[in-house]
């Protein structure tokens, strides 16, 4: 018998549940997804080009009791009776105004899952989203009488790099295992937020080796994505431009830098890139007010996504390579949304493959926010029994590993 989690994500601007068996040793798990319901935001915040705090809040509000519904629903675990005049809901929802009457209509039609604990995401992120996936899962806990496993955001992205593939899809229910790796490795974590090399002893056990000083890799392509006149998020669009750009081999009309490629630290910094492409972009077009979205052609745009995928990825490999060599680490693992990036993989893999390294990157359904991962790195504390007690668990917006 197995370890029967759900795991609760709304760190940005994905509202995400997961229930997943997870069984075997913390070193060598296994997991079944029972029930898996995720709802991104993106189209909602693309108007304000970026994730707007408080509308993801609202936004959570509204989406985590369907997506429990609907995560339960797959799941079809037995049930108790609804369990009824438990006073202290409206308190501990005090701050989450949305949420607290369709969680209270949802608790007196539903009784308590078979479920042993749940796993929730206490940071890093954005406080507001933080807090609303936090409330729930102590409002839940707390009717259910279930333990709280908070979890580091960061580390369910290094996890699910961990996660291996070769599951077959036409097997009902999906599951994952993790892979069992040498340590140490080299972990390159990028998202919309973050942009680290960790040095990870093993799994729990991080040093970090270096970060960017100001914006992270995922921010930039979103930036630059910006400026060029895609929506949010703009990691996939300009990867989208960049991969037709190398198809019909585009000519080189632009040149950006590589910022801090050549110093010999672990650092990095992304904000002068997007100076950069503004620069490009205002002396391609001198005429630009400032609120004028650029008029760039078609292949223009595209062979300039190209050079902003080609700057960021040129840096990502050199340090990462670095950072494997320096350390002795024979494995890289990529984790955070970047990770979604076909270039990424392609040239971290070949750079990798050089030095007689192994790159893991989580199955693609993993990289961005995921409530799967969240599970998954859960199970470690869990199968110890290291629980929080509801009133410990804060939302920390800037947790580190
Ligand atoms: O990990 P994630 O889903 O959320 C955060 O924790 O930030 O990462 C989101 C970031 C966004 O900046 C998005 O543009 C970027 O990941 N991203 C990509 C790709 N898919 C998502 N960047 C480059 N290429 C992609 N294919
Ligand atoms: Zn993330």
């Known amino acids: 018998m197995g370890v029967k989690i759900l795991a609760i994500e709304t760190s940005c601007d994905e509202t995400a549940i997961c229930i997943t068996e997870a069984s075997g040793t913390p070193e060598a798990p296994s997991f079944t997804i029972l029930g898996n319901a995720l709802l991104s935001q993106a189209a909602l915040h693309a108007q304000y080009g970026g994730v707007f705090p408080n509308l993801a809040k609202r936004e959570h509000q509204h989406n985590l009791v369907p997506m429990l519904a609907e995560a ?28 607290l009457q369709p969680l209270s209509e949802f608790l007196e039609s539903h009784g308590k899952p078979a479920i042993d604990c749940i796993a929730v995401t206490h940071g890093p992120g ?40 070769e599951r077959s899809k036409s097997i009902a229910p999906m599951s994952y295992t993790l892979e069992a790796t040498s340590f140490p490795l080299i972990s390159l974590l990028v998202s919309g937020g973050h942009t680290e090399l960790l040095l990870v002893k093993a ?5 970090l080796l270096g970060a960017t000083r100001d914006d992270a890799a995922g921010e930039c392509f979103d930036k630059c994505a910006r400026l060029m006149g895609l929506p949010y998020p703009g990691g996939p669009e300009v990867s989208r431009l960049a991969a037709h750009a190398r198809a019909h081999k585009l000519p080189p009309t632009f040149a950006l830098p590589r910022p801090m490629i050549d110093t010999r630290d672990y650092e990095f910094s992304f904000s002068g890139l997007k100076t950069a492409v503004r620069r490009v972009l205002e002396h391609h077009l001198p005429a630009l007010g400032k609120s004028d979205l650029p008029k760039l052609s078609d292949d223009e745009r595209a062979a300039l996504s190209r050079e902003i995928e080609d700057a960021i990825v040129d840096v990502l490999v050199k340090k990462t390579l670095a ?30 493959t050089d030095i007689g390294a192994t790159v893991l990157f989580p199955p693609r359904e993993l990289s961005t ?33």
């Open 72 to 99: 339960l629903r797959q799941a079809a675990l037995p049930a108790s009776a609804p369990i009824l005049g438990k006073s202290d809901l409206p308190k501990i929802l005090e701050r989450e105004t949305e949420l």
């Open 126 to 165: 954005l406080e507001p989203a933080l807090w609303v996936g936090i409330n729930f899962a102590k409002a839940l806990a707390y009717v259910w009488d279930l333990p709280l496993v908070p979890v580091n955001h960061m580390e369910g992205h290094i996890v699910a790099a961990l996660a291996s593939d």
């Open 203 to 207: 799994l729990g056990e991080y040093e």
């Open 323 to 352: 950072a494997a060599k320096d350390k002795g680490a024979q494995t890289i693992i990529v984790g955070g949304g970047v990770s979604a990036n076909t270039h990424l993989r392609e040239r971290l893999t070949e750079a990798a």
């Open 369 to 401: 926010d995921n409530a799967v991962m969240i599970a998954m790195a859960s199970y470690a504390y869990a199968h110890a029994g290291t629980f929080a007690s509801a009133e410990n668990i804060r939302a920390q917006g800037h947790l580190s590993l």
